[in-house]
Nanobody, 130 residues
Framework: QVQLVESGGRLVEAGGSLRLSCAASGRIFSHYAMGWFRQAPGKEREFVATTRWIGGHTYNADYVDSKKGRFTISRNNANTVSLQMSSLKPEDTAVYYC?????????????????????WGQGTQVTVSS
């Protein structure tokens, strides 16, 4: 019943910036996690970032070059999430997927795992040229 649609992927030169957006239709609550994953050809789906609201606070996580803060996730509202990417590298080339939690994930499942999320978009292609 929930549909996610990503947008913003394109060809960009190394060092450039890009903003991806995800719009969800259906019943999604702000306290459910939404996240971004990516999958390069021949590789497993990889966690990029997630955001969730708990106890009046927003918790974000970014495992991609987090020390430099290259990737920043933003929860615009309950049904919209964005990923701002900067200083892009060729190794960032992948299909980027938006995902949303339905509140039913097993407690033992971490939010950086694809199995945590119930809904997925079709993906948007990001290609970084050198």
């Amino acid at each position: 019943q929930v549909q996610l649609v990503e947008s913003g992927g394109r060809l960009v030169e190394a060092g450039g910036s890009l903003r991806l957006s995800c719009a969800a239709s259906g019943r999604i609550f702000s306290h459910y996690a939404m996240g971004w994953f990516r999958q390069a050809p021949g590789k497993e789906r990889e966690f990029v970032a997630t955001t969730r609201w708990i106890g009046g606070h927003t918790y974000n996580a970014d495992y991609v070059d987090s020390k430099k803060g290259r990737f920043t996730i933003s929860r615009n509202n309950a049904n919209t999430v964005s990923l701002q990417m900067s200083s892009l590298k060729p190794e960032d080339t992948a299909v980027y997927y938006c995902a949303a939690d339905d509140g039913m994930a097993p407690r033992s499942t971490n939010y950086d795992s694809p199995e945590y999320y119930a809904y997925w978009g079709q993906g948007t292609q990001v290609t970084v040229s050198s």
